[in-house]
């Protein structure tokens, strides 16, 4: 395995990936979607576990996936310590919002529909908006319709909600 990355001498013979040899260097190996997970000791010691996942994703085009995928790994932590309302309610939004932002809209849906009536005035003006994009952007303009249809938004919102009703009804 550490021949692989290029750890290691290979001393006869070659490395295959898929049936295609590949020089084993380190950063290359990594674009191809092998990963090397250092065992015990092995890991930056000086960093703090949330800095080595992200030195871990350091060929990441897009730096944000990183930083989401942590923040909903502490969001779902979160729910298992059985939360008050008010907590449980902010993870859900936060994790459904996240879910929206990488594409997975029903995953959103399903995080949004677990929210109760405990959440920031902020936050519960905004929660209608992106149930509805989750819905438009996984096809369904007749739920995004419903929901922006029998939506009450406040002044901040309510021009953006009549365009994206316009948007779902055509």
Do not use: C
């Given at each position: ?27 290359e ?14 890991v930056?010691?000086?960093l ?27 969001f ?35 995080s ?59």
């Amino acid at each position: 395995l550490k021949s692989i990355f290029g750890l290691a001498p290979i001393s006869t013979g070659q490395v295959l990936w898929h049936e295609k040899a590949i020089k084993p260097v380190s950063h290359e190996v990594v674009k191809m979607g092998i990963a090397f997970v250092p065992q015990g000791r092995r890991v930056f010691t000086r960093l703090t576990v949330e800095e080595n996942l992200e030195v871990g994703g350091f060929v990441v085009k897009d730096k944000s996936l990183i930083k989401n995928r942590i923040a909903e790994g502490i969001f779902e932590r979160l729910l298992q310590d059985t939360p008050t309302p008010s907590v449980r309610d902010r993870a859900w939004y936060y994790l459904g919002k996240l879910r929206y932002e990488r594409g997975l809209y029903a995953e959103a849906l399903a995080s949004f529909a677990k929210i109760g009536s405990d959440l920031p005035e902020a936050l519960a003006a905004e929660l209608p908006m992106l149930v509805a994009q989750s819905h438009m952007a996984s096809g369904d303009f007749d739920g995004a319709e419903r929901v922006l249809a029998a939506w009450d938004a406040p002044d901040s919102w309510l021009a953006y909600a009549r365009y994206n009703l316009g948007v779902a009804l055509i």
